[in-house]
């Protein structure tokens, strides 16, 4: 647990620097900004991954993992994975469809940035973003804060999008993927869904570019 701890405050630290710098550009500061997406976002994913594992560690691996729902019930967890997945964009249809009603689609901004952004971020987006941030929010916060204020925080998550719909729509990911993981005592549907879920919206971004 100490070791999740130290990984944690040196993730943090690496997070402030990141940030002190693009903001701040003290004279040190041009490694950091030559690097500054990949530090930014690598310190986010090992501060998410570190901080989950320090308070959902048991003795030993083997109880981490069943603590958390993680077995071969394959069935299981490809049922919820179907579930959740239809559910998800059942409503995604239909919260697209309520924005373009108000007159309302600031999505473009997400399809700017991720345009943007290098392919080991997008990598790191689909592979590595569904464990660190499933682990942390569904396995973690979810039972200490409840659905609606970890959802919240994980739609804060994504405020640097800039995107008011993108917003909302991850705010209903969260309670949506909140709800499995409630239901299905396991958080491999919540992984399943959100790796999923984040390849196919990164490839059609990509393919309309």
Known sequence: MILFLV??????AVFMLTAGCS?????????????????GSGSIHLLLLSAALFFLWK???????????????????ALFTAIGLTALFTVLFWLQLAALAVGFNDQQKVTEKVSDLPLL????????????????FRAMLLPRAGILLSSLLFGLLHFSYGSVVEMVGVFVIAMLLASIYRISRSVVPCIAIHLIYNFLSIAVMKLML
């Open 121 to 136: 971020v997008l990598a790191l987006a689909v592979i590595v973003a569904p464990f660190t941030e499933e682990l942390f």
């Open 59 to 77: 003795k030993d691996l083997r109880g981490t993992l069943a603590s958390m729902g993680v077995n071969l019930d394959i069935r299981s967890h």
């Open 7 to 12: 990984l944690a405050v040196i993730a943090a």
């Open 23 to 39: 903001v701040f550009q003290y004279g040190f500061c041009g490694p950091v900004l030559d690097n500054y997406i990949y530090l």
